[in-house]
């Protein structure tokens, strides 16, 4: 019995070799899924029949005589991952082969500035799980966070707040993929915004005060404007009551009452 492990990146396909012999006259391909029931994929030669049982579309194998009798998986997804094996029954014996399929899932990578201005580089549902390492070289906090589905998201915040480096680098190393991100989190990208905001908020201020002060003056000017004709009026109107002669007399009373009344409070008002 031959073991082997064999691994493939989710959504691309895979292959599993059986022992290579002419002559079979029954070759079965027993599937067992870590998730699911098992399925059976077999040959026999004297009746050129292939028997599929519980199997998936997307696996397949060419039964031919001189060919290898290779399975095939295509869009390989989580649910394959499991024990595969292969028994080929010829005159001389049979041979065996196993595989156990591990399923790869490439992360999702992000660099970004947190909000305390660290570079946090982020492998996001990797499996297996991503390593992270920063250029320069310098602490960093790291979080793993597993997933339900097999899958780790790797999280390393670059905590260097003395660095006089602007620009950093985050590495990422997995299996199906290197990659390497680089960010600058300087604090004068920031404090330029910082400024900006605050210049921004002055002008707004000074505008604000400019209008209502403007608009101060010109309703001044509108006061002064309206209060002349009432002031007129009123003296047009005594001048007219000292005009009219039987009127006088009237307004000469009228004024002592209030001149009484007036004489009469202030009287109260006094101790
Ligand atoms: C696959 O085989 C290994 C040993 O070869 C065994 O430990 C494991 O449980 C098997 N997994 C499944 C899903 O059958
Ligand atoms: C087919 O799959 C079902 C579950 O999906 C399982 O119970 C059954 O045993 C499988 N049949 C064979 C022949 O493997
Ligand atoms: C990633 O880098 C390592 C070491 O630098 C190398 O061994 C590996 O083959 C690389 N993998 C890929 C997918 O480029």
Redesign the pocket.
């Known amino acids: 019995l031959r073991r082997g492990e064999i691994s493939s990146t989710m959504g691309h396909s895979a292959v599993m070799t059986c022992p290579n012999k002419t002559d079979a006259t029954m070759v079965t391909w027993k599937i067992s899924p870590k998730i699911?029931?098992?399925?059976?994929l077999g040959y026999r030669a004297d009746q050129k029949k292939v028997d599929r049982?519980?199997c998936s579309d997307r696996v397949n194998c060419e039964f031919r005589s001189n060919q290898s009798y290779a399975l095939e998986i295509q869009q390989v997804g989580m649910a394959d991952e499991g024990n595969y094996s292969c028994e080929v029954v010829t005159q001389e014996g049979n041979f065996h082969q196993m595989y156990q399929l591990t399923v790869l899932v490439p992360p999702r990578l992000s660099l970004y500035c947190d909000d305390h201005r660290n570079p946090v580089c982020k492998a996001a549902a990797g499996r297996p799980a991503a390593e992270i390492s920063w250029v320069p070289e310098n602490n960093s906090m790291t979080e793993t966070d597993s997933h339900d589905n097999g899958t780790v998201t790797v999280l390393s915040r670059f905590t260097a707040h003395s660095t006089d480096e602007k620009t950093v680098t985050c590495m990422v190393y997995h299996t199906t993929l290197n990659e390497t991100k680089s960010i600058a989190c300087s604090s004068s990208q920031s404090d330029l915004i910082l400024y900006i905001s605050i210049a921004l908020g002055f002008l707004i201020i000074i505008t604000f005060m400019a209008v209502i002060y403007y608009f101060k003056l010109h309703g001044c000017r509108l006061c002064h404007k309206t209060e002349p004709p009432d002031t007129s009026l009123t003296h047009s109107l005594q001048d007219d009551t000292t005009e009219v002669e039987p009127y006088t007399t009237y307004v000469q009373k009228e004024n002592t009452i209030y001149n009484s009344v007036s004489d009469l409070t202030v009287g109260q008002n006094l101790p």
């Open positions: 699911g029931g098992p399925c059976t049982t519980n």
